[in-house]
């Protein structure tokens, strides 16, 4: 569900370069596109998920964190590493994990 939220307007609002969703939180490399905020974007997907998490499972209460935490990635290098944590943030966690499914990097140009 997290996936397919991030997913959702990828290329619309924002370019989506990559994340990996853990159990107890997510980061995504994102660029925000034409007017939208990385504010704005953020809001929607923990506004969205965290709706349908209470529905899907009869949950009461928060899902996600008040805050976030935000960086801007200067130059390639930086997105490179910051791409690397990314991946290798499940292995970190769980050292057996060969292939981490929640994991994304995009092919494409960011």
């Known amino acids: 569900m997290v996936a397919t939220a991030l997913r959702k307007f990828d290329d619309q609002r924002y370019r989506l370069i ?16 034409g007017g939208n905020s990385l504010t704005g974007i953020v809001h ?8 349908r998490l209470q529905r899907c499972h009869q949950r009461v209460g928060g899902i996600w964190g008040r805050e976030y935490f935000d960086r801007v990635i200067r130059d390639e290098r930086e997105l490179a590493d910051k791409l690397q944590y990314v991946l290798d943030n499940p292995r ?18 960011p």
């Open 18 to 33: 990559g994340f990996v969703i853990m159990n107890d939180h997510v980061h995504v490399v994102v660029k925000p596109l």
């Open 92 to 109: 970190k966690r769980w050292p057996e994990v060969k292939e981490y499914r929640w994991a994304w990097i995009s092919e494409r140009e």
């Open 44 to 51: 929607a997907w923990k506004s969205f998920t965290a709706n």
